[in-house]
């Protein structure tokens, strides 16, 4: 995502963050978008539902917004008068990924209302299975955590099991904060690179994943099948940060994990993996997903 601010002086505050929030979520140069006519509201007035419309989005409004979650970007409008502005929202639970006009420090009860960009025909919508990656990565570490919120132990190596998770893990019983059995719930992967991106790196008890990887693309995995050692498994759909991560850490980390969480994937064999093993898309194993007929 790109993160852009919006300041003209002959705006309305409220207008000018609508119009940089848009521009953030659709990864386009504010100057790109119409302004609208005075006197008009941006998410509710002709001219911005119109533009929208010529690039076949819509914007749906959210009926409870003070609770309402979404695995990706939606905009909240906040505060009355002067301070009425609107932020970028993100994540399942939601919390503020950018402020434009603010300072992010927005609490949930504040967002009084709500939209989420959507495709008018998400047929003709949806993005392409992404290639699978030709890099084959290793296991750099094992975190098992009993329950929810239980602190993350090191293990060298542990037992994986077909569509519930890893023997010991919360995911594996039903214990963790989010349901099991559902698709892409037994196994959580994140990128070494990416832990290490953040000062102090981000540790196991903040970024709460099974599986640390090194050398390997994870967001490239999803819809494919894959092997971690002896093990198949296959990429579910990312693993984007919500406030229950956040929580966790203890520090401002939602908005810079925003697509690179990770990953969720489903396992599809029993078998021992270890740290050290290799990780590596099997050719040709993908499945009816994301993108695919």
């Known amino acids: ?13 409220s207008i000018a ?26 998410p509710s007035g002709w001219t911005l539902t119109r533009w929208l419309g010529g690039l076949g989005i819509g914007l749906v409004a959210v009926s409870a917004p003070e609770a309402f979650t979404w695995p990706g970007p939606w905009i909240g409008r906040v505060g009355a008068g002067e301070t009425e502005r609107c932020v970028v ?3 399942v639970p939601s919390g503020v990924i950018w402020d434009p006009a603010g300072d992010g420090e927005v609490p949930r009860a504040a967002v009084r209302e709500g939209w989420v960009l959507a495709a008018t025909d998400i047929a003709l ?39 519930l998770g890893l023997e010991g893990d919360r995911h594996a019983v039903g214990q963790g904060t989010f349901p099991s059995g559902p698709p892409g719930s037994a196994l959580t992967l994140i990128e070494a690179e990416v832990c290490a991106s953040f ?29 971690i050692g002896p093990v198949r498994a296959r ?4 693993c984007e940060p919500c406030t229950v991560m956040q929580g966790y850490a203890g520090r401002a980390v939602l908005r810079d994990l925003v697509h690179r969480g990770g990953l969720r994937a489903d396992i599809l064999d029993a078998g021992e993996i270890a740290v050290g093993d290799e990780i590596g898309a099997v050719a040709g194993g993908t499945h009816a997903g994301r993108g695919t007929p």
Do not use: K
Request: proline share 16%.
């Open 199 to 227: 000062a102090p790196p981000l540790g196991p008890d903040e970024h709460r994943r099974n599986l640390v990887t090194r050398g390997i693309a994870l967001n490239q995995l999803v819809g494919h099948v894959f092997t």
């Open 17 to 42: 963050s609508f119009i940089a929030c848009l521009a953030s979520v659709l990864e386009l140069d504010p100057a790109q978008l119409p302004g609208p006519a005075p006197g008009e509201d941006g």
């Open 125 to 163: 919508a949806r993005p392409p299975l992404p290639p699978a990656p030709e890099a084959v990565g290793r296991l750099e570490a094992i975190w098992l955590a009993p329950a929810a919120g239980e602190p993350a132990r090191a293990v060298p190596r542990v037992r994986a099991l077909p569509g």
């Open 1 to 13: 995502m790109r993160y852009v601010r919006h300041r003209d002086p002959g705006q309305p505050r």
């Open 89 to 91: 929202m993100y994540g």
């Open 235 to 238: 990429g579910a759909r990312l």
